[in-house]
């Protein structure tokens, strides 16, 4: 495996802010933040993607993002939090990373990243739906 910036931030070889460190993860801030506070919240074990972390590690990580999501806003002052993950697409680096960002209302940020599409009709968007519910079973 090519060497991971995140897991090095985890085995503490590089240097990071770090908010939290724990068995379940390390919170730090992303060096290129969306916001001042923005946390970047990453698993102890070289996971690329949320469908790959294995389930057994599934609690105790979100356990470790739903705190530091409750926390940024107390600390800082902020109203609330925007909370992503990206998988593959934006993955900027490949390690399991959510993102904890502050938010207070006015800041800028305009909903997503992304533009918006609109399905053409219900039956266009009952047709994503079906396909989407015959894969989870």
């Not at 990453?42 to 469908?51: E, F, K, S």
């Not at 790959?52 to 993002?65: A, E, H, Q, R």
């Not at 399905?119 to 989870?136: G, M, Q």
Request: glycine share 8%.
């Amino acid at each position: 495996m090519a060497s991971c910036v995140f897991c090095d931030i985890v085995a503490g070889s590089v240097p990071a802010f770090k908010v939290i460190d724990s068995p379940d993860g390390v919170g730090f801030l992303d060096v290129r933040p969306v916001f001042k506070g923005h946390v970047l919240v990453v698993p102890r074990a070289h996971v690329v993607t949320l469908p790959s972390l294995p389930l057994t590690d599934l609690p105790g990580y979100f356990n470790l993002v739903q705190r530091v999501t409750a926390a940024v806003p107390e600390a800082l002052g902020a109203q609330g939090t925007f909370v992503a993950n990206n998988n593959i697409v934006s993955q900027s680096v490949a390690h399991l990373h959510f993102h904890v960002v502050p938010r207070t209302k006015g800041d800028g940020l305009r909903g997503f990243f992304w533009p918006r599409h609109k399905y053409a009709s219900d039956d266009e968007a009952r047709d994503y739906a079906s396909r989407i519910a015959a894969k989870l079973g």
